[in-house]
């Protein structure tokens, strides 16, 4: 599928968000456009109810309308609209890339993402984490020592049973190489997992993955058919 390793650079820590294929690291490796964070003013959206908008877009309305909204200010998430189904909406920075993306400090980067309350309470907290590392001037490097240190201290726990959260946005930018939104998917949110066993990457195959990470998360990605308008994906695959 077009742009498929490019996407994979967003973790869906949403993380998550997300991770880098091989392509991606070659990239990385030749290019460094953005090889410090960006004044923080570049990574914040026009208006509060511009980003409220956009996170909400991440999912269909039946399920965005009554998810929680959190919005990026200079020190962190805020919370911007209570919720009552269990969701949260939440736009998602590059940071959440693994730390060899070319895009790791791209203030470009929009990822809408809608998490489930498993995906709430073991996913989301560790894209929370990075954020304040990066927004308290933290470089990649410092930012890698404290999950290393996060990780070793088990601080950093492993997906819950039946954490996901919708990517059905058209309107995000996930990275340079994918030069907008890519397709509108699904993320599922394992204990490290083998992609293979899911018959994930494989050629022909609907399923693509992500273990390089160092959050012990495999995430998997499952295309569908429409954006969270109701409209059709038409990008060619």
């Not at 956009?54 to 929680?68: G, K, M």
């Not at 590059?94 to 489930?116: G, K, L, M, Q, T």
Request: proline share 8%; hydrophobic share 45%.
């Amino acid at each position: 599928m077009r742009h498929v390793k490019h996407m994979l650079a967003i973790v869906g820590l949403g993380a998550t968000m997300s991770l880098l294929g091989c392509a991606g690291r070659a990239f990385a490796a030749q290019s460094a456009p953005y090889p410090n964070m960006a004044p923080i003013a570049e990574y914040l959206a026009p208006s509060r109810a511009d980003e409220i908008a956009l996170a909400r877009s991440a999912a269909p309305p039946s399920v965005a309308n009554d998810a929680e909204v959190l919005v990026l200010g200079a020190k962190g998430y805020e919370t911007a609209a209570k919720g009552n189904n269990g969701f949260v909406c939440a736009v998602v920075r590059a940071w959440a890339n693994n730390f060899d993306s070319a895009d790791f400090w791209n203030p470009h980067v929009r990822a809408p993402h809608c998490f489930n309350a498993a995906a709430v309470r073991t996913v989301l907290p560790t894209y929370l984490r990075r954020t304040k590392l990066a927004l308290s001037g933290a470089s990649r490097d410092q930012i890698r020592e404290q999950t290393n240190s996060a990780l070793a201290a088990h601080e950093i726990p492993p997906p819950e049973t039946g954490a996901m959260a919708y990517m059905l946005s058209k309107d995000g930018y996930l990275g340079d190489n994918v030069h907008g939104h890519w397709h509108p998917h699904v993320m599922l949110y394992l204990p490290r997992t083998p992609p293979a066993t899911w018959g994930a990457n494989a050629r022909g195959s609907p399923i693509f993955a992500d273990a390089d990470g160092l959050e012990p998360v495999t995430v998997f990605f499952v295309p569908v058919g429409r954006w969270s308008d109701g409209t059709a994906d038409d990008m060619p695959h």
